[in-house]
């Protein structure tokens, strides 16, 4: 919906000229194409409507009193909110030094007076569609920008992801080989049956309580993997195994 009323909106185009007659011809000769015509007096009030209504596109006559068109196109150039609106002068000087000057303080084109408004309106034309094709531009660049953006993020995810997985399975490495020195004493408290007996306890005792850890430990590492965490299970059953036969043992 709102695209498609972008695409309606009409172009507004400021007339800039010191003799009212003139302007209210251009104003009356370019209402039947549909444009938001709006007028300026002077070069100052100009500039005040430019920088607060930013047109789409700015007819500028070249000789008025105070502050001149080229006056008005250079302040208008180094302002870089409004520098990029296209602005057509319209001149009574046909000499090629009058245009040379209008086009080296930024004019996009120009057109001598008495005006050829077939002319006119095809320039007028000519600039809006270089201006749709760069705010289309600019669309797309900002659209690009946004899905960079979002892949960096994607990928700062993934990265993430990544050191998390390597953090658990350092800790489950390191838990397996816990688990694995604990076999180590298991097997030799069954085997030998000469481990320490705590103070109170009986004889096996202790092995009993490192059975029953290392037991523990490797359910926890089950328990590891049915969540998803890399460890391999058939070390666990083998680990398990292996448990089990020194307490039959």
């Known amino acids: 919906m709102s695209a498609s009323v972008g695409r309606m909106r009409r172009a507004v185009i400021l007339v800039v000229d010191d003799v009212e007659g003139n302007r ?33 596109l700015v007819l500028l006559d070249y000789m008025m009193p105070a502050m001149n068109g080229i006056e008005v196109l250079r302040l208008m150039r180094q302002d870089w909110q409004i520098a990029s609106i296209p602005v057509i002068m319209l001149t009574a000087r046909a000499e090629s030094a009058a245009v040379v000057e209008a086009l080296d303080a930024g004019a996009d084109d120009y057109v001598t007076k008495p005006i050829d408004f077939e002319v006119l309106r095809a320039r007028i034309e000519t600039q809006l569609a270089k201006l749709r094709s760069s705010e289309s531009l600019r669309q797309v660049n900002t659209a690009l920008d946004e899905r960079a953006t979002m892949r960096v993020l994607a990928f700062d995810e993934l990265k993430d992801e990544l050191e998390r997985e390597i953090i658990q399975r350092r800790q489950s490495e390191r838990t397996l080989d816990e688990a694995q020195a ?55 059953a083998a680990l398990r195994s292996q448990v089990e036969g020194v307490g039959q043992g």
């Open 24 to 56: 209210q011809l251009v104003c009356r000769r370019l209402e039947p194409f549909g444009y938001d015509l709006h007028q300026a007096e002077s070069g100052q009030q100009a500039l005040d409507f430019i920088r607060n209504r930013k047109p789409d």
């Open 182 to 236: 604990m076999i180590a004493r298991c097997n030799a408290c069954g085997k030998a049956n000469v481990c320490a007996v705590p103070e109170g306890g009986e004889p096996g005792q202790a092995g009993a309580a490192h059975l029953a850890r290392a037991l523990e430990m490797i359910d926890a590492l089950a328990r590891a993997v049915a969540a998803g965490k890399p460890v391999n299970p058939a070390i666990l």
